[in-house]
């Protein structure tokens, strides 16, 4: 039998369950020009389609899309392109950066029920095993790629770990099957590239079975990760903070090191977060831990901050900027707010208003009630020190007529000359349960003297 057998790969795919349309994500080049065709030859339970990315990096971009569109057009298959337009942010490669725009594109082409299959072969998988044992992982990156994982509203499937790259281009010779060759892929500074042309072909001169094992290695991993992440997920419910999604400090201290580390772990990938490397997970399960109730310790990497507030570990997005602008406020329209602080909208108020942001001053939260600092405020509301700069404080414009502190409360005052109710919305912080959406704009309590 064929290693490439498409009466295998529809078993393997039907195996999966669900109807819904299965995508080949190719490229043109000869892994995924052989998987395409073999599965036009798979007596398929799903209808089958194609889906080209045009990162737009090579000169020949165009010619490999209209390769590809040609080829399914030859084959019957019902062809998608996506082009991507890439600027990698400073500090991010640029292949890094287009494979994850590939599979954000990807991502959004699928539908509900639908596949995605990559041709990822086994000699890919013991690459990615290699990798990540040169980058120090531990056995969730040594666990290399998953046959099948979510993707969208999908799953991303790989059959064809299981053949390997001779196997695959013994397929394509013998069907005649009209390929890309990639130049990118030869070129050695590409730490695969470098493996895949270099030390792979080595190993094998010793090891033939190599590439084999080496995946092998990888599913005992895979196999060994799952294990600690059905025990992390015990412990993670058990370590849960009052805030949703936060982490109780002191629960979490009570573990011991590894499986804090593991439970740390699996919070930031449960919220969609990379998890940063062996130094700054350490940081967060003992410095952050350590630190004293009043500091605002941080541990930030590439999409995402750790941070403390009294009990609480929060994973947040980088906190954006303190805006350093006074916002002019006419009431009727809704004030979109800058820096993705989301979006204010009043009702009642007759009067212009002004919004500031990280300035000091004293409010009453309660009507005939006494009037305390901003930061006193906050502390009661259990806003973090760290929030504090964001959150948009509202005033009577052209006064220092203190009106809300948006989220928290109301500021109420004699000759208050604004009364109403002050919604925000769209801030990134409404996971975290912190801010109220409404609340009141101060009104003239009587009788207890202007602010
Ligand atoms: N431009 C593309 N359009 C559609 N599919 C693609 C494209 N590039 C790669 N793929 C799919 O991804 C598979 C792996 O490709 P490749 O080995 O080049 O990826 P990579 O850059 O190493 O990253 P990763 O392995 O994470 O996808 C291909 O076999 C193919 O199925």
């Known amino acids: 039998m064929d290693a490439l057998d498409p009466e295998r790969l529809a078993a393997d795919l039907a195996a999966l369950g669900g109807r819904g349309r299965c995508w080949v994500a190719y490229s043109g080049g000869l892994d995924s020009s052989a998987l395409l065709h073999a599965l036009t030859l798979a007596p398929l339970t799903r209808p089958l389609g194609a889906i080209h990315i045009d990162h737009g990096l090579q000169p020949a971009a165009r010619a490999w899309r209209v390769h590809c569109r040609e080829h399914c057009r030859a084959l019957g298959v019902r062809f998608v392109a996506r082009a991507l337009a890439l600027s990698p942010p400073p500090g991010e490669s640029l292949e890094a950066h287009a494979r994850a725009a590939r599979y954000r594109a990807f991502g959004r082409v699928l539908g509900r029920d639908e596949l995605l299959l990559t041709a990822h072969h086994l000699d890919d998988q013991a690459e990615t095993l290699l990798l990540a044992l040169l980058r120090g992982s531990g056995v969730h990156g040594l666990a290399a790629m998953p046959g099948c994982a979510p993707l969208g509203r999908g799953r991303l499937v790989r059959p064809l770990l299981g053949v390997s790259r001779s196997q695959l281009l013994d397929y394509a010779r013998r069907h005649r099957l009209d390929w890309i060759d990639d130049p990118s892929n030869e070129v050695l500074c590409h730490d695969r590239n470098l493996l895949r042309h270099q030390v792979l072909p080595l190993l094998r001169t010793r090891w033939p079975a190599a590439p084999t094992t080496i995946a092998r290695s990888a599913a005992h991993c895979a196999e060994a990760a799952a294990l600690i992440d059905r025990q992390a997920g015990h412990d993670l419910a058990a370590v849960a903070g009052a805030v949703p999604g936060s982490l109780s400090v002191a629960a979490l201290a009570g573990l011991e090191c590894a499986a804090r580390r593991a439970v740390v772990r699996l919070w930031l990938r449960r919220q969609g977060f990379s998890v940063p490397g062996r130094a700054r997970l350490e940081r967060i399960v003992t410095e952050l831990l350590a630190a004293r109730a009043d500091a605002s310790p941080v541990v930030a990497w590439r999409d995402c901050e750790v941070r403390r507030y009294r009990d609480g570990l929060y994973a947040l997005t980088p906190l954006p900027m303190m805006p350093d602008e006074v916002l002019r406020w006419s009431p009727g329209a809704a004030l979109i707010l800058p820096q993705g602080l989301g979006e204010l909208q009043v009702t009642g108020v007759e009067v212009a208003l ?98």
Do not use: M, N, Y
């Open 354 to 451: 002004e919004v500031r942001f990280g300035v000091g001053g004293q409010c009453r939260p309660r009507p005939g009630g006494s009037r305390r600092s901003l930061k006193k405020v906050f502390q009661e509301a259990g806003v973090a020190p760290w929030l504090r700069p964001l959150v948009p404080l509202l005033f009577v414009a052209g006064t220092d007529r203190l009106v809300a502190i948006a989220g928290v409360c109301g500021c109420h005052q004699r000759d208050a000359g604004a009364s109403g109710r002050l919604r925000w919305s769209g801030h990134p912080w409404g996971a975290l349960g912190v801010f109220r959406e409404i609340c009141e704009v101060g009104r003239a309590t009587g009788g207890l003297g202007a602010q």
